[in-house]
């Protein structure tokens, strides 16, 4: 058996391949002869017309290569880009970790993969409309496969307000979880909370969709060092498709040894 992560964003991947449907279905229609593809507007005494057709065809495989790039991510991508980036951290076994909106496990269950006698805890909302099937008992079936059940915790907990005391532990993890919070002011409020558990010496990998500056802006404020890494294609592309909505990159940060 393999660990089931979720598809994420289900509304976004549903509404894009619904616009696929619908802008290949009018391309479709049009070349089959159905209609003629022209949209006329009367303006005065004049006519505006609008060729639809190419329109429908360049937006409609638009959308089906951004839902079917969200699905293989959700599937195959975001595992392997897990393990790259927990690579990137220094493991001793020993950490006390935290993964702060964990969904269905991913990053949690890979720290905890990495672990010998420490703990990985996870808090989320588990709220279904960031990430399919997101529950408790999701993170707990994904810890059994993976192995690591007796390592893992779970807190049901809003990010904006941990329930951990200061400097609680060595690793702290994010990943495209932070953006779900609609204000700014509560965006800042979870990367404060994630510096404030943070210890001296400890490590945070933030990984999100957008704001990610923002949050390296944060962490900076907040004493610890930091950077930036960006995909500069990755960033272009997905930025160009979304309009600017989707700017993955990651952000990390230590905290020094005072």
Avoid at 97 to 105: F, K
Avoid at 213 to 233: K, T
Wanted: charged share 20%; net charge positive.
């Amino acid at each position: 058996m393999r660990a089931d992560y979720g598809l994420d964003a289900p509304p976004v991947v549903r509404n894009l391949l619904l616009a696929a449907l619908v802008g290949l279905g009018l391309w479709a229609g049009i070349a089959a002869g159905l209609w003629s593809g022209t949209a006329r507007i009367p303006i005065g005494g004049d006519e505006l017309r609008i060729v639809l057709g190419p329109a429908g065809l360049a937006i409609g495989l638009a959308c089906l290569g951004m839902a079917v790039s969200m699905i293989w991510s959700s599937r195959v991508g975001k595992v392997r880009e897990r393990e790259r980036l927990l690579d990137t951290l220094t493991w001793t076994g020993s950490e006390r970790v935290l993964d702060v909106g964990c969904g269905r496990g991913l990053m949690l269950l890979g720290a905890a993969k990495r672990l010998r006698d420490g703990r990985a805890v996870g808090v989320d909302l588990w709220r279904a409309e960031d990430l399919a099937g997101n529950a408790p008992s999701a993170v707990w079936a994904n810890a059994a496969i993976e192995g690591v059940t007796a390592r893992v915790a779970l807190e049901t907990a809003d990010m904006r307000q941990l329930p951990f005391p200061a400097s609680s532990f060595d690793v702290v993890l994010s990943q495209t979880a932070v953006h779900n919070l609609s204000s700014a002011a509560g965006r800042q409020a979870a990367v404060e909370e994630m510096a404030r558990v943070l210890r001296p010496g400890g490590q945070v990998l933030l990984t999100d969709i957008r704001h990610v500056d923002d949050y390296a802006a944060i962490l900076h404020g907040q004493g610890l060092d930091v950077s930036v890494e960006r995909s500069v294609i990755g960033r272009w592309v997905w930025g160009l498709l979304t309009f600017g909505r989707v700017l993955p990159a990651v952000a990390r940060g230590r905290r020094p040894v005072t």
